[in-house]
């Protein structure tokens, strides 16, 4: 080993000796020890088109592009685009840009498995020759009724022992176009015995006559999976093939292809994929959300995948905030959502300025406060962070207040407004309810008449003085109009797979997820907010201007409540 070599290795286990422990940074480390793979560090995020990224698949880019960094290694992103059928240039974009958002970047290491068709063939055709792959004529429904059961043994393919010669014509002509889809594939020789299902002779390449997004039609037969990933990861170097544990009965096969061709063989490690309660985490299921219309597109606020929080308001810090809290396991397990969540409030809470907004507005009159008056009140933007200054709110006569902070015979322990009752305006006076007006028609409290103590302003001499609430506001003459998203959780159980007998797991969407406030009102200071922007309603929760925000209407989408369970269950963990 070169001086060199034994200072980066120096370096390497350093960090892994500062950073948190988990058992694949351990084994990188052991790697760069031994010197293994000349001491590079060189992984890879190998997405398929086919949908957008959900938060599990943030899990592995945090993963596989954080663990390079550290090492001092490389990650690439490459796209396994092996099934034009199901893939678009849309989902190439989103992940791209979804990458990007969580703060990776691949450099010029942008690839495709489509880069390497014809290498992947070539691959084929020497598997062929060293009779390790043959030509069926069995049809997919056949190929499933040999392969035989996990306590059965399958049964050879009568097309099994095909001479070398035949199989290389056939595959030729396969790939030439002469037979229609599903009539043909190659196949790997391995062992219709063997007590792994994925090594009784796999299908290497299908016959499908689609459109690829990027090599058009030029090609009519595709690899599958299994046989162009691991050939994927050797032709671009890759030295740590880190994917999920629902791949580790696939590693078998994975070094069957690498050895029977004689390439570089990456090392492959499985890790348990992220599950989260509340939420499905299933392409294919998040998919048919869309496509039935049950949500409003993949980048839905309720929808778990990386638009769909970054719309809502996340940030990329507290996802990846999440995913080094959590840690990376061996085994498969259920995280609680309200974890993701505390990450995300203790990020907003730091940055996020405070602003008051009313989502369902009470008119209020103070009918002591000089009429035409306006005053420019200072509010504090962050007090988390003093250096995000101030700002100025107005206060005029008529005021709106949320409609839930009045009760007209209010419950034991209420102690906000009520008739002959006092409360404090968030940096304004301290006002009082002196008379309640009420549509004569449906009896609803329509309007408040309060006066105001001149004396209790905030930061005056008696503002001091003590009452048992603070309520947040806005000035009806200055405040604009704004729609308020009110999003929950998307479905109801903990565990969506839950369904009762005959129903589905659609049957446990929440039918409460979405609630739409058109009506809301919100200080004048958010008028320039732009769509990305976060923000803390005093006493609401966190809320993030939305992009159909347009024509001076701010649409805001609550990202998450003040309230922190997990914070709590944390606190109560470190008594016990």
């Not at 090492?71 to 396994?80: P, T």
């Not at 070539?122 to 069995?138: F, M, P, R, S, W």
């Not at 105001?452 to 806005?474: F, I, N």
């Not at 979405?514 to 966190?542: D, H, I, M, V």
Request: charged letters at 30%; proline letters at 6%.
């Amino acid at each position: 080993m070169d001086k060199t070599a034994k200072q980066d290795n120096s370096k390497a286990a350093s960090i892994a000796d500062c950073a948190p422990s988990n058992f694949i940074r351990n084994i990188i480390a052991e790697d760069l020890q031994a010197n293994k793979n000349e001491g590079r560090v060189h992984t890879r995020f190998p997405p398929e088109p086919n949908g957008y990224l959900h938060i599990g698949h943030a899990k592995s880019i945090w993963l596989n592009f954080g663990l390079a960094a550290e090492f001092g290694g490389l990650c690439n992103l490459r796209f396994d685009d092996t099934n034009p059928s199901k893939e678009e240039v849309e989902y190439v974009e989103s992940i791209k840009s979804d990458v990007r958002w969580l703060g990776f970047d691949w450099g010029d290491r942008e690839y495709y498995a489509s880069d390497y068709f014809s290498q992947l063939y070539e691959y084929a055709v020497q598997l062929i020759k060293k009779g390790k792959a043959y030509v069926c004529d069995l049809s997919a429904d056949e190929i499933r009724e040999y392969r035989g059961t996990l306590t059965e043994p399958g049964r050879n393919s009568p097309y099994r022992e095909r001479p070398v010669a035949e199989n290389l014509d056939l595959f030729s002509r396969m790939r030439a176009g002469e037979f229609p889809d599903g009539s043909r594939t190659l196949r790997a020789k391995i062992d219709m015995a063997s007590p792994n299902l994925n090594m009784r002779d796999p299908v290497m390449y299908r016959i499908l006559h689609a459109t690829h997004h990027r090599t058009g039609g030029r090609w009519c037969i595709y690899p599958t999976y299994d046989f162009a990933h691991g050939q994927s990861d050797s032709i671009e170097g890759i030295t740590h093939s880190i994917c999920t544990l629902e791949f580790e009965d696939h590693r078998p096969l994975y070094d069957w292809f690498l050895d029977e061709l004689g390439i570089h063989h990456p090392q492959q490690i499985e890790f348990a994929r992220l599950n989260l309660t509340h939420t499905v985490l299933s392409k294919r299921k998040l998919l048919e959300l869309v496509q039935q219309g049950h949500v409003a597109g993949w980048d839905d606020p309720r929808m778990p995948t990386v638009a769909g929080f970054r719309r809502r308001g996340y940030t990329p810090e507290s996802i990846r905030n999440f995913c080094e809290r959590i840690g990376v396991a061996k085994r498969n397990s259920i995280v609680d959502i309200a974890m993701l969540e505390h990450c995300l409030r203790e990020d907003l809470n730091r940055h996020a300025p405070r602003v008051m907004a009313v989502l369902r507005p009470l008119r209020v009159v103070i009918t002591n406060y000089p009429d035409g008056q306006v005053e420019e009140l200072d509010a504090i933007n962050n007090p988390e962070d003093p250096g995000m200054g101030t700002r100025k709110v107005p206060f005029s006569r008529v005021i709106y207040i949320d409609q839930e902070d009045f009760r007209e015979d209010p419950p034991k322990q209420f102690y906000r407004l009520a008739p002959d009752r006092e409360v404090r305006l968030r940096y304004a006076y301290i006002i009082k309810c002196v008379d309640v007006v009420k549509d004569p028609a449906t009896g609803a409290v329509t309007e408040l008449r309060c006066t105001y103590d001149p004396e209790t302003r905030s930061g005056s001499a008696r503002s001091s003085r003590k009452v048992k609430a603070t309520l947040h506001w806005v000035s009806a003459a200055h405040a604009i109009e704004a729609e308020v998203r009110l999003y929950d959780h998307l479905f109801r159980k903990e565990d969506p797979e839950e369904v009762e007998e005959g129903g589905g797991w659609t049957s446990n969407l929440n039918p409460l997820s979405l609630e739409k406030l058109t009506s809301c009102r919100a200080e004048p200071f958010l008028a320039r907010a732009a769509p990305g922007n976060s923000y803390q309603f005093e006493r609401l929760g966190y809320f993030c201007v939305d992009p159909d925000s347009a024509g001076g209407r701010v649409v805001f989408n609550r990202t998450v409540g003040l309230r922190d369970t997990w914070a709590k269950i944390e606190r109560a963990q470190k008594k016990a």
